[in-house]
């Protein structure tokens, strides 16, 4: 995040510790009542993700990747305002039919230097997630969601309870268990106060 409210993001969807779960699954073309798609469909996917970031406007540099040995998918653009990363957001969410891209956004104040990231639960969430099998939920145990801000300015502050500025005091670090995100016991809201 630069200093004028532009920036770059990165998502990235990382299945490295269960590929071989994951593997076996690709082989299936269902599980559960669950259609599991193709590689074909993927990337076909992929491409189809790729075109509309690519036509969301303040949005440029869109780039992404698709590792199947080791199964993790990345997605990273650039930003020319907080409004376009809102729409980066809204635009990945609507196309993955998620709460997320809607219960999630930004604010940058440029001459006070307050990050802020709003989040509201989505109770859907939790309700997708009992619908899997207890066999299934153990899955998640080990899943986590990283968050990590980098500024071109030093960090004064900030608010979230888990949350950790680093080292160079450049950048703000956020690790959550996926279960607690999922239940509503942990939350993505956070204030970041730069120097000026």
Known sequence: MSSNGSGHIKATLNFSKSSTK???????????????????????????????????????????????NNYIATVSCSFETINALNNFSKAIGTYFKSA???????????????FTRSYTYSPSLNKEYVKISETDKKYFDDACYTQIIRFDKKIKSQQHI???????????????????????????????????
Do not use: C, H, W
Request: proline share 1%.
């Open 100 to 114: 997320l891209g809607n219960n999630n956004s930004y604010a940058f104040n440029t001459k006070t230097g307050v």
């Open 22 to 68: 994951v593997a076996s699954l690709m082989k299936l073309k269902s599980i559960n009542g669950i259609t599991i798609p193709t590689k074909e469909k993927i990337k076909s996917e992929a491409e189809a993700m790729s075109r509309i970031l690519k036509n969301t406007e303040g949005i440029s540099q869109v780039q992404y990747s698709l590792d199947f």
């Open 162 to 196: 888990s949350a950790k500025i680093s080292s160079t005091s450049k950048a703000v670090l956020l690790k959550l268990k996926a279960t607690d995100l999922i239940s509503g016991k942990a939350s993505l809201a956070n204030t970041i106060t730069l120097n000026n």
